[in-house]
């Protein structure tokens, strides 16, 4: 039966393996400027495009799964307000999981690029379109920043729950407990 004070092996396990893959797609999309054109490059950004279109798929498994079962829930001496922002901020991160993969879809088709994920060819959304591209490119870098900023006050949450306030709240997402 899953442990309702406790995220299962499930949760934990999506959310550990999307956290690092998705700060290592952040950072890699960062230095794409610095390659040298080349197949190194073009292999690069393949990949950022794969791995981000994986992220998406993953989100949607991780959305599901959760529906299935309680959500663990937020102690009871976290004040209201406090607990309607860590809500509002794990939806905001979930969004930004789904939205700015779609947005590097849109990216990528409205420049011209089809988008393979390791050799699947995904529908054309957009057709090629300079406008369109521009406000994709922008879409993706200011997104990218919110879940940047996000992150930031996601981990200081995490880091503060632990430290200061000595509840279970980082432990019971940590691998190997409930
Ligand atoms: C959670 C998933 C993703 C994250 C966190 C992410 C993050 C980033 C970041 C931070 C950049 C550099 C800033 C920028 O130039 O916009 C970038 C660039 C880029 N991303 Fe993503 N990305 C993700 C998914 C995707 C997907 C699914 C695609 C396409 C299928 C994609 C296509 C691109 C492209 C083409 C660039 C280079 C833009 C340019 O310099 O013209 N990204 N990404
Ligand atoms: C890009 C990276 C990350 C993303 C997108 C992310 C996203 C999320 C989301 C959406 C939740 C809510 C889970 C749910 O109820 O379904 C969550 C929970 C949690 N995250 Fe992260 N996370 C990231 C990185 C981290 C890091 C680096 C830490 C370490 C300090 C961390 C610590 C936690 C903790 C402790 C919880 C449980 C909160 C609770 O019990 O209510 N996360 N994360």
């Known amino acids: 039966m899953p442990n309702s004070d406790s995220y299962d092996s499930v949760a ?5 393996i999307m956290a690092a893959v998705i700060i290592i ?8 400027d610095a390659i040298p054109k080349g197949d190194f490059r073009s292999n690069i950004i393949g990949m950022h495009k794969a791995f981000g279109v994986v992220i998406a798929i993953l989100a949607v498994a991780r959305l599901t799964w959760r529906s299935t079962r309680p959500t663990p829930a937020l102690p009871a001496t976290m004040p209201p307000m406090e607990q309607f922002l860590a ?8 969004v930004l999981m789904l939205a700015i993969p779609l947005d590097g879809v849109l990216l990528s088709q409205s420049g011209g690029r089809a988008v393979s994920v390791f050799g699947l060819v995904l529908p054309t959304i957009v057709e090629k379109s300079d ?21 930031v006050a996601h981990v200081a949450a995490a880091l503060r729950h632990h430290i200061i ?8 997402m940590m691998p190997g407990r409930g």
Do not use: P
């Not at 369109?132 to 996000?150: D, I, N, R």
């Not at 306030?165 to 019971?172: G, S, V």
């Open 25 to 32: 797609l952040w950072v890699v999309g960062h230095l794409i």
């Open 87 to 94: 809500k509002l901020g794990h939806v905001a991160l979930y």
């Open 131 to 151: 406008a369109l591209k521009s406000v994709f490119k922008q879409g993706h870098e200011v997104m990218g920043w919110m879940l940047a900023l996000l992150l």
């Open 12 to 16: 934990k396990a999506l959310h550990w």
């Open 165 to 172: 306030l000595k509840d279970d709240i980082l432990r019971r």
